[in-house]
């Protein structure tokens, strides 16, 4: 019953900005933490950025000063902006997000990739 809906990806030049998007639909209590990883092609999924429901962030050190994690509450949506991009930024990026139901669980997007490439 419930689904996340990533959106924003695309390719972009070096240097250049990107914002992704993810809303959480469905039947449920509430969200708890909600976050972003990556995964590029042959490499391990990795933490990107996490945020509280009371909107503190956490950054993991390569993107620390380039990217922006925020959310809405109240939209139930979770975004990340994303500046300086370089090409190892090149990946699938994922929400993430632990929802509140009778049994709380975390769930997953789909992925949206993001290329970043001259």
């Known amino acids: 019953q419930v689904q996340l809906v990533e959106s924003g990806g695309g390719l972009v030049q070096p240097g250049g900005s990107l914002r992704l998007s993810c809303a959480a639909s469905?039947?449920?209590?509430?969200?708890?933490?909600m976050g972003w990883y990556r995964q590029a092609p042959g490499k391990e999924r990795e933490l990107v950025a996490v945020?509280?429901?009371?909107?503190?962030?956490n950054y993991t050190d390569p993107v620390k000063g380039r990217f922006t994690i925020s959310r809405d509450n109240a939209k139930n949506t979770v975004y990340l902006q994303m500046n300086s991009l370089k090409p190892e930024d090149t990946a699938v990026y994922y929400c993430?997000?632990?929802?509140?139901?009778?049994?709380?669980?975390?769930?997953w997007g789909q992925g949206t990739q993001v290329t970043v490439s001259s």
């Open positions: 993430n997000a632990q929802i509140v139901q009778f049994v709380t669980g975390w769930y």
């Open positions: 469905g039947r449920f209590f509430s969200i708890n933490e």
């Open positions: 945020i509280t429901s009371g909107g503190r962030p």
